[in-house]
């Protein structure tokens, strides 16, 4: 046999690619403790592992340094975003409203390894975010839905050009979040695109200036 025809052979049975597990490049802690948030997480609450992996390529890719979060539940979307800050070595501030949730974020967040880049704020984000002071680069809204306007409108005038509005269940939920939809696609300072990493649907909204 070649080496030619050998390499041929060996690429010829190794596993596609697509049938590889999709979190292979993890850690296998970091894969059981994924998993773990997500059986418990009996509400679903959390974003899916498709959008959790969007999260991370988003804020990574971006170069965002300093990120805000709104809507934690138990952090299963901040340790996404959080696995992309640690490349750019950036930070993000996620708040939660339910203290008893915002503590087991906190504490998947330190199982996840990443207590030095993710900080837990339990509280109203609309009482939260006024009192965190600089400006943010990166934001993803998944708090209650119909919320979404104001939280944009509070939010907004603090996200530096080029940065970055992400916001989810704009699919599945658009019918409690038109004005908030109409906002961000007909606003001329933004660059809007609706993407659905899973079928509940992210808008990610590009700030010019
Ligand atoms: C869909 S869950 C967030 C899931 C999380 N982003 C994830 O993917 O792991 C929405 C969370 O937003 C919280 N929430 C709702 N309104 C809020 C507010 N005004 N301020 C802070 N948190 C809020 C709820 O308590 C709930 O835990």
């Known amino acids: 046999m070649t080496i030619t025809c050998a390499l041929l052979c060996a690429l010829m049975i190794a596993r596609p690619v697509a049938a590889q597990s999709p979190t292979s490049v993890l850690s296998s802690d970091l894969v059981t403790l994924l998993r773990e948030i997500k059986a418990a997480d009996t509400d679903q609450l959390a974003v899916s592992e498709a959008d959790g992996r969007f999260l991370r390529v988003m804020t990574a890719s971006s170069g965002a340094k300093q990120a805000l979060e709104i809507g934690t539940a138990f952090g299963y979307s901040a340790i ?27 504490d998947n967040i330190r199982r996840a390894g990443l207590s030095d880049v993710v900080t837990v704020v339990a509280g109203d984000g609309f009482v939260e975010v006024p009192k965190l002071t600089g400006t943010f680069d990166f934001v993803f809204l998944d708090a209650w839905k119909r919320d979404y306007k104001r939280f944009f409108d509070l939010v907004f005038p603090r996200l530096t050009p080029r940065g970055l509005f992400l916001a989810h269940n704009v699919v599945n939920k658009q019918t409690e979040m038109r004005d908030f939809l109409g906002t961000i696609q007909n606003n001329p300072a933004l660059f809007t695109a609706i993407v659905t990493p899973s079928g509940e649907g992210m808008s990610v909204s590009y700030k010019l200036r």
Do not use: C, M, N, V
Not at 81 to 103: C, F, K, N, P, V
């Open 80 to 106: 996404w975003i959080g696995l992309g800050l640690r490349q750019t070595g950036g930070h993000l501030t996620t708040i939660e409203y339910d203290a008893a949730r915002a503590r087991k974020a906190a």
